[in-house]
């Protein structure tokens, strides 16, 4: 669901490109781990990727979906391209 999402995007581009003040509220690292999530990376993937455990991600996932009100990660991916934090066709940074 999450890479239909991200290619449709893709394909269309954001409405808008508003940034939330809520994502000044991520630290760095949930930060970095919202971008892995809106390049629809699965926990086990951005734990390899940072040198995480599939806990500690799934924390982090946790607090950055509570910080930005969002109840699910579907909603995390749409405003992660919403807000201009990702961008179709651009690697994470």
């Given amino acids: 669901m999450t890479r239909r999402l991200i290619e ?14 809520a994502l000044d509220e991520l630290t760095p690292r949930e930060t970095e781990v919202l ?13 390899e990727a940072l040198v995480l455990s599939d806990t500690t ?4 996932v946790t607090h ?11 909603q995390a991916v749409v405003l992660a391209y919403e807000s201009g934090l990702v961008t179709p066709g651009r690697p994470p940074e």
């Fill in 64 to 74: 950055l979906l509570g910080k930005l009100g969002l109840r699910d990660r579907v």
């Fill in 57 to 60: 991600v799934k924390t982090h």
């Fill in 35 to 47: 971008r892995l999530v809106a390049r629809g990376m699965s926990n086990a993937e951005i734990a």
């Fill in 8 to 21: 449709e995007f893709g394909r269309v581009g954001p409405a808008h490109r508003s940034r939330p003040e």
